[in-house]
C-alpha cells in the first residue's frame, strides 16, 4: 500500500526538504505544496525509462581529468582572442558527431565534457542516440571536430562506459 502511495520515500523526502529550503517563509500553502511535489515526482519519475550505468575501466579518468582540465584552460585563451578578435573571422557551425557510446551514462557523461570546454556546447541527441548536435564557436575542418572529440574524450568514455 505505502509502495504505491509512495514510490520513493527517499526521494519524496529529498523533493520534500528542497522545496521547502527554496521558499522563503513556510506557510501552510508551502508545506502543502510540498507534500503534493513529495507525492508527485516519484510517480512521475517511476516511469521514466532507467538504464543502470555499468563501469569499466575507471582508470581512465584520471588521465580524461587532466586532458579536460588542460583543454578547457586552452580553450577559455582561445575563446577569448576569437571574441576579443574580429567578428567576421569567426565561422560557427553545428556538426553531427556519430556516437560509438551506447550507455546513456557515458553520452551525458560526453555531454557534459564537450559543454565544459568552452566553444562548444552540445545542442541535441538523436533519438536512437547514434548522434550528438554540437554547436561550435569557430570550426574551419568540421571532420577534424569530429575526429577530435571523438579520439580526445568520446573513446575514453567508451573504456569507462562500456
Same mark, same amino acid.
Given at each position: 500500500?505505502?509502495?504505491?502511495?509512495?514510490?520513493?520515500?527517499?526521494?519524496?523526502?529529498?523533493?520534500?526538504?528542497? &522545496?521547502?529550503?527554496?521558499?522563503?517563509?513556510?506557510?501552510?500553502?508551502?508545506?502543502?505544496?510540498?507534500?503534493?511535489?513529495?507525492?508527485?515526482?516519484? $510517480?512521475?519519475?517511476?516511469?521514466?525509462?532507467?538504464?543502470?550505468?555499468?563501469?569499466?575501466?575507471?582508470?581512465?579518468?584520471?588521465?580524461?581529468?587532466?586532458?579536460?582540465?588542460?583543454?578547457?584552460?586552452?580553450?577559455?585563451?582561445?575563446?577569448?582572442?576569437?571574441?576579443?578578435?574580429?567578428?567576421?573571422?569567426?565561422?560557427?557551425?553545428?556538426? &553531427?558527431?556519430?556516437?560509438?557510446?551506447?550507455?546513456? $551514462?557515458?553520452?551525458?557523461?560526453?555531454?557534459?565534457?564537450?559543454?565544459?570546454?568552452?566553444?562548444?556546447?552540445?545542442?541535441?541527441?538523436?533519438?536512437?542516440?547514434?548522434?550528438?548536435?554540437? $554547436?561550435?564557436?569557430?570550426?574551419?575542418?568540421?571532420? $577534424?571536430?569530429?575526429?577530435?572529440?571523438?579520439?580526445?574524450?568520446?573513446?575514453?568514455?567508451?573504456?569507462?562506459?562500456?
Amino acid at each position: 500500500m505505502s509502495k504505491r502511495l509512495f514510490p520513493s520515500i527517499p526521494q519524496s523526502i529529498t523533493v520534500f526538504v528542497f &522545496w521547502l529550503l527554496m521558499v522563503e517563509d513556510t506557510t501552510a500553502g508551502d508545506l502543502l505544496m510540498a507534500a503534493f511535489l513529495a507525492w508527485l515526482m516519484p $510517480h512521475i519519475a517511476s516511469r521514466l525509462e532507467r538504464e543502470f550505468a555499468r563501469l569499466g575501466d575507471v582508470w581512465v579518468l584520471g588521465p580524461l581529468a587532466l586532458r579536460l582540465l588542460r583543454d578547457i584552460l586552452l580553450a577559455n585563451i582561445t575563446v577569448a582572442m576569437q571574441v576579443l578578435g574580429p567578428e567576421r573571422k569567426l565561422r560557427p557551425g553545428f556538426v &553531427w558527431v556519430p556516437l560509438e557510446l551506447t550507455n546513456i $551514462h557515458g553520452i551525458s557523461a560526453l555531454t557534459s565534457v564537450i559543454t565544459l570546454t568552452p566553444g562548444t556546447v552540445t545542442a541535441e541527441l538523436s533519438r536512437d542516440r547514434k548522434y550528438l548536435l554540437v $554547436h561550435c564557436l569557430d570550426i574551419d575542418d568540421p571532420q $577534424h571536430m569530429i575526429d577530435d572529440i571523438k579520439r580526445r574524450y568520446e573513446a575514453p568514455l567508451r573504456k569507462v562506459f562500456p
